[in-house]
């Protein structure tokens, strides 16, 4: 009895473990995918996740899959299907969220998500959605260990979005002193992600500092990738580029 009872929990063990190598693995293949643009490898990760069985019961996959969602409808969709994709990328945050209350990357991936969708609904029904916006982003800033690689990396991804929604959303108001603070909590966390000083020049240009605003896009151009974001620098390098010439 006892002996069959040990093969069981081993047997159930070494399961988990296999389980979450696999969930590593299907992460790591993300960060990749994400980093070289590369649509191919992440629709192999949809694809696994969601033929793998009880994936919605679980709210690491449920994460992952929603972040390959949020990306796929940035580069990887037809203009036509970008809505229906990032509705999917909410959605699986959201059955992540249910499942874990304590899923930072999860609030951020459906926060992102709704900031996305606005743009695609009418001026009221996007007002509405700034309320979820806020309420998913601020628990992922407050939730994400920055301590840890990838809670840091996605808690400037947060931060990121909420100067942004500071800097260019008018209701309530817009406030650019706010923006700048969460533009450079973020830019203190990750000072090797240069995106972070293509917002700032965007801001400043809000403000009418052309000097800073050149700064900062100067910075985006001279700066090197962050490691895991090598085609989004490479895309920002290109806008930061375009700044300068209109600031000649």
């Not at 191919?40 to 929603?66: F, H």
């Not at 009418?122 to 700034?130: A, K, N, P």
């Not at 020049?201 to 000097?211: C, F, H, I, Q, S």
Request: aromatic share 14%; net charge positive; charged share 30%.
């Amino acid at each position: 009895m006892w002996r069959k009872f040990f093969v069981f929990v081993f047997t159930s063990l070494l399961f988990v473990s296999m389980f979450s190598a696999s969930a590593d693995e299907l992460n790591k293949l993300f960060y990749e995918a994400r980093r070289d643009y590369d649509a191919e490898k992440l629709l192999k990760v949809i694809k696994e996740i969601e033929g793998t069985a009880d994936y919605t019961k679980n709210s690491r996959l449920l994460t992952i899959l929603a972040d390959c969602y949020l990306e796929y409808a940035a580069w990887g969709v037809a203009d036509k299907d970008k809505e229906k994709t990032l509705e999917k990328a909410r959605a699986n945050a959201e059955a992540a969220i249910k499942l874990d209350s304590k899923n930072g990357r999860a609030y951020y991936i459906a926060g992102a998500a709704i900031g996305r969708l606005a743009q695609y609904k009418g001026i009221v029904q996007s007002l509405f959605m700034l309320g979820d916006f806020d309420k998913y982003i601020d628990t992922a800033i407050k939730l994400l260990d920055e301590n840890d690689e990838e809670g840091r990396l996605y808690k400037s991804f947060a931060l990121i979005a909420s100067g942004m929604r500071f800097r260019d959303v008018p209701w309530p108001l817009y406030n650019y002193k706010k923006s700048e603070e969460l533009l450079m909590q973020a830019l203190k966390l990750t000072p090797n992600y240069p995106n972070i000083y293509l917002e700032l020049g965007y801001l400043y240009l809000k403000t009418n500092d052309k000097a800073k605003a050149k700064e900062m896009f100067q910075k985006v151009v001279d700066g090197k990738a962050y490691p895991w974001l090598v085609k989004t620098h490479e895309s920002a390098v290109k806008s930061a580029k375009e700044e300068l010439a209109k600031l000649k």
